[in-house]
């Protein structure tokens, strides 16, 4: 390549780079997000044109090498569009994990590839490999176990026999392998042993985990996919790459963080696996106990029609039950009453980190609606009804004591409003594995029935009793 192309496929990756960092913080507000999104799909396209370049005019494509190159991108694109076309957003946690998964096999492909190709391999291009390898395989297979088990093909937390011990020995192997690779024994097929021993410790990792944990295990994926395409960047020492992959796994860390601290784990219990069981406990709203009061629709629209100030609680059942389009019709219909309306989001509320706001948003509710939980749990007290759809340990009271599951997580504080409602399709407990002491206050109702169905008989009701 000549000096000017050179320079210019520089500055082009340096731009696409520059782009992906001003895009992740575009998307840090909700407001901006979209221009988030496309700022860094401009960046991407910058960066792919340099690539396109840089490949041209280094004297090594023939046209089938051509061929194969645009058949990929032909048969990605189309995936792509077509995923984002069709895929509903209650689908979206899914979507996120096949991705991390394409993301992180794809990462080790890569490694393999270049391996194979190079006998003279640096110990530092060595130590990206293994680490691009061991990485991308765990994601890779994690990833697409985490995907079947929120499409519902494969259900509740599965603990086998010496899992730990299984784990324990994959891990060995894969760090013994690695070591050996690193130590100059160039063989593809010790790097396949690392390869395997990375697959078998993404499906360990993740089968142990409760449905309604995945939003962890996601953000912890979602990391560690970004972690592996910057080892990807070194071991082809492409710079975009590397900034990339960065910038995804520290912001994947972080949040992984957030969501462990919310939920009051450690990211250790989370890399462990099994700290969560899944929703477990009393099935039906007729076993509840002499502490639970059942309530009537009727009662539900009347309380919530002559209120002043509702605030709504979505969960994990409201998501599960693709009920946002009704929650939002029924706040509008309370809105135009006269009834200040707002949305209580926990930091681990929905299916995946955020996943409760874009839902939200899809169903048009508006983002001054949307409050996070420090911003939001002051207004509890001036709160005239509190209305929790499908969340469970994120309200329970028993997190300000010690000594239980759940002690020391940050909760919102709904028992402190007037009037709650819970709508809940039965007595389960969430992924703690105890029972919700908010149920059981004085101030509590317990509107049995599913989420969906249970907000647009009371969108119903309020039209017509207050008619």
């Known amino acids: 390549m000549t000096d000017g192309v050179v320079t210019a496929v520089r500055l082009a990756s340096l731009g696409g780079a520059v782009c992906f960092v001003l895009g992740l913080h575009l998307m840090n507000s909700p407001a901006t997000a979209r221009r988030g ?251 509840a106990g002499s502490g639970v009061r059942p309530i009537a629709v009727d009662d539900v629209a009347l309380q919530l029609a002559y209120a002043q100030k509702v605030i709504i609680v979505p969960g994990y059942g409201l998501a599960a039950a693709q009920a946002q389009h009704e929650v939002r019709e029924l706040a509008s219909l309370l809105e135009s009453r006269g009834v200040d309306v707002s949305y209580a989001i926990h930091p681990v509320a929905g299916r995946m980190p955020g996943h409760m706001n874009v839902l939200l948003a899809e169903a048009d509710v508006p983002y001054d609606q949307l409050k996070e939980m420090d911003d939001v749990n002051p207004e509890f007290d001036r709160t005239d009804v509190a209305l929790v759809i499908g969340a469970n340990d994120v309200t329970n009271p028993a997190a300000r004591r010690p000594g239980n599951a759940v002690s020391g997580m940050p909760i919102l504080d709904v028992d402190h409003a007037r009037s709650i409602i819970v709508l809940k399709r039965s007595m389960a407990s969430g992924y703690a594995g105890i029972d919700n002491e908010l149920y059981s206050d004085p101030k509590t109702s317990m509107f049995f029935t599913d989420a969906k169905k249970g907000l647009a008989d009371l969108v119903a009701a309020t039209k017509t009793l207050v008619a």
Do not use: C
Not at 69 to 77: E, Q, R, T
Not at 91 to 120: K, T
Not at 124 to 135: K, M, N, Q, R
Not at 211 to 227: E, K, Q, R, W, Y
């Open 37 to 287: 999104n496309q700022v860094s799909a401009f960046g991407m396209a910058v960066a792919l044109a340099a690539v396109f370049v840089e490949v041209a005019h280094g004297g090594t494509m023939s046209a089938a090498r051509w061929l194969v190159l645009l058949a990929g991108i032909l048969v990605g694109s189309a995936a792509g569009l077509y995923s984002a076309r069709t895929v509903p957003m209650t689908s979206m946690p899914q979507l996120v994990s096949l991705f991390n998964a394409v993301g992180g096999g794809a990462a080790a492909l890569i490694a393999i590839a270049d391996y194979d190709h190079d006998p003279r391999v640096s110990a530092g291009t060595a130590t990206a490999t293994v680490l691009d390898v061991l990485i991308g395989g765990i994601t890779f297979s994690g990833s697409l176990l985490a995907a079947a088990k929120l499409q519902g093909y494969w259900s509740g937390s599965i603990s086998p026999p010496g899992g730990r011990l299984i784990s324990a020995a994959l891990f060995l192997v894969a760090v013994g392998s690695g070591i050996a690779v690193i130590a100059g024994a160039h063989s593809l097929p010790i790097l396949l042993i690392v390869v395997i021993a990375a697959l078998g410790l993404g499906v360990f990792m993740v089968l142990p985990i409760g449905g309604a944990d995945m939003p962890v295990v996601i953000s912890l994926l979602n990391a560690f996919t970004g972690t592996a395409v910057a080892m990807a960047g070194f071991v082809l020492q492409n710079a975009t790459l590397t900034i990339a992959g960065a910038l995804v796994g520290a912001s994947g860390g972080i949040l992984t963080k957030l969501m462990a601290d919310a939920m009051n784990r450690s990211v250790v219990n989370i890399v462990a696996g099994g700290f969560g069981t899944g929703a477990v406990g009393i099935e039906t709203g007729a076993d």
